[in-house]
């Protein structure tokens, strides 16, 4: 295997698919000071060592494989239009320009305060080991209306060798080997951008985003080393697991002024199939859907300031995992939220059992009246048409993220496929005489390709999936949604490793 000083292996805009170890550290990159918050880096874990340096110890908690291995893997990311530098004040939408990470990677523009993760940047030791390594990442960050428009920033990675590598491992890897000698582990995590959730016939629960930073880690089997034949999956999920007890954080959720908080448990563990040298994925996830009625002025429970504001969790320490803006919300729309901060449970109206089949191919599922649903739509007789939304169904254009067409961008967030030919601004699904829901994926085989033997291996897929969404037995909430169908859109970073089997040199 080449190794290399750094290797990034995630693109930017897409989640890192290594598990959170740490404390975050906030890195500003050295720039004009009055442009400094545009883009700031962030490291999970590790010692801030000067302005633009982190360090991080082999095999200790900010190494994210976890063992001593002659390198440190760093899970960096950057945080747009932040306030947290007295002398900047932001002015987004804020765009970085090509940094320099060693892959090309697609420019990316925000608005708001989000932090999105890069990757996962890998530093080897020298001498063997027994030297320091160092790497550096540079961006630019500009503003539009920002004076100056210009933020030049700069991280140097450290990664310092363990005094004792005899017992230096953070914690046991996540898979056991492969017996076929292929990858051990592929961490699937959900990105920030092109998710759309859709549940009811009503066409009020739909173009929602789902919840970024949501991971499955799965372990493989049956895959050899040359990347044939598919891999066979299984995710170890509950209390203590690699995947904990949720599927992220819980999701908050406003429409027609009902407002829900989900928390999405695992109810078993996940099993599917990816195939090294396509990309082609099958995943069955069975989950079961706390359903917690909750108020507008505060949706799901926040993490702030390293504190849950409420819920069960009401005063703990938690991590922010993801970061949605619930746009129908009253008061502050942005929510920081954590898996950490559950809503209070004495507000579940209901747990649904979901059996999601998720694939990168083509999901469907023919009407009339599918899953049992009162109705087809809500378009009183008038059809569901296709990409013909407008009003609030389509406030913005974006890009499929299945087949880079346009596509309406909904002010919840979410994706516009079908509105209501008598009221376009109205979603709907088009099962009315014998039509179907469709949802398309798309498959992405990882980078370096097989039969290359560097890892980790990384890859952009888009997961499509439609099932089948329970009542709840609450009247406000299924005469707003009306169960029957759902549909969903997952864009994903896979990420594929070989884990290290032992703790020691």
Not at 269 to 296: E, F
Request: aromatic letters at 4%; a negative charge; one cysteine or more.
């Amino acid at each position: 295997m080449r190794r290399r000083g750094l290797a990034l292996v995630a693109a930017l805009g897409l989640l890192l698919a290594v598990a959170r170890a740490a404390p975050a550290v906030r890195v500003p990159g050295g720039g004009p000071p009055k442009s400094d918050c545009y883009a700031e880096f962030e490291v999970e874990g590790g010692a801030l060592a000067g302005p633009t340096k982190v360090d991080c110890m082999d095999g200790t908690a900010c190494d994210a494989d976890g063992a001593c291995d002659g390198r440190c893997l760093f899970s960096v990311g950057v945080c747009f239009n932040q306030t947290d530098l007295s002398a900047c004040k932001p002015a987004p939408p804020t765009c970085l320009a090509q940094p320099h990470l060693g892959v090309l990677i697609h420019p990316t523009c925000s608005a708001s305060a989000e932090c999105e993760p890069l990757g996962a940047a890998a530093v080897y030791l020298r001498k063997g080991g027994k030297r320091p390594g160092s790497a550096k990442i540079r961006m630019i960050a500009t503003s539009a209306s920002g004076r100056p428009r210009t933020d030049k920033d700069q991280l140097t990675l450290r990664c310092l060798p363990n005094p004792d590598p005899g017992g230096c491992c953070a914690h046991p890897p996540t898979c056991p080997a492969n017996p076929a000698g292929g990858p051990d582990e592929i961490d699937f995590v959900v990105a920030s951008r092109g998710t759309d959730l859709d549940g009811g016939w009503t066409g009020v629960g739909h173009n929602f985003p789902w919840v970024p930073n949501a991971a499955l880690k799965a372990c493989a089997a049956t895959c050899a080393a040359g990347g044939d034949p598919p891999c066979d999956l299984e995710a170890r999920t509950g209390l203590g697991s690699p995947n904990g007890e949720t599927f992220g954080a819980p999701l908050p959720l406003l429409a027609a002024y009902v407002a829900v908080c989900i928390v999405q448990r695992w109810n078993g563990n996940p099993t599917g199939t990816i195939d090294p040298l396509t990309g082609d994925t099958t995943l069955q996830v069975p989950l079961t859907s706390d359903v917690r009625l909750t108020s507008q002025g505060n949706v799901c429970p926040r993490c702030t300031n390293g504190q849950c504001d409420s819920g069960a969790n009401a005063g703990r320490a938690c991590t922010v995992e993801a970061t949605m803006t619930v746009a129908q919300a009253v008061g502050d729309k942005l929510y920081d939220l954590s898996s950490e901060c559950p809503p209070d449970p004495a507000a579940l109206v209901a747990p649904l059992d979901i059996r999601l089949p998720l694939t990168s191919g083509t999901a469907s599922l023919a009407g009339p009246k599918p899953c049992g649903a009162a109705q087809d739509d809500n378009c009183g007789g008038s059809g569901c048409g296709a990409n013909n939304c407008t009003g609030d169904a389509c406030v913005s254009m974006g890009t499929d993220p299945s087949t880079g067409a346009p596509i309406c961008i909904d002010a919840k967030g979410g994706l516009a496929q079908n509105c209501c030919n008598s009221d376009t601004a109205r979603p709907c699904f088009p099962t009315a005489g014998g039509g179907q829901i469709v949802r398309i994926g798309k498959p992405g085989p990882p980078a370096p390709p097989f039969p290359d033997q560097t890892y980790p291996k990384t890859g952009n897929a888009v997961l499509a999936g439609v099932f089948c969404l329970p009542p709840t037995g609450n009247q406000a909430i299924d005469a707003t949604n009306g169960p029957g169908a759902g549909a969903l859109i997952l864009p994903v970073t896979h990420t594929w490793l070989r884990v290290p089997q032992s703790c020691g040199p």
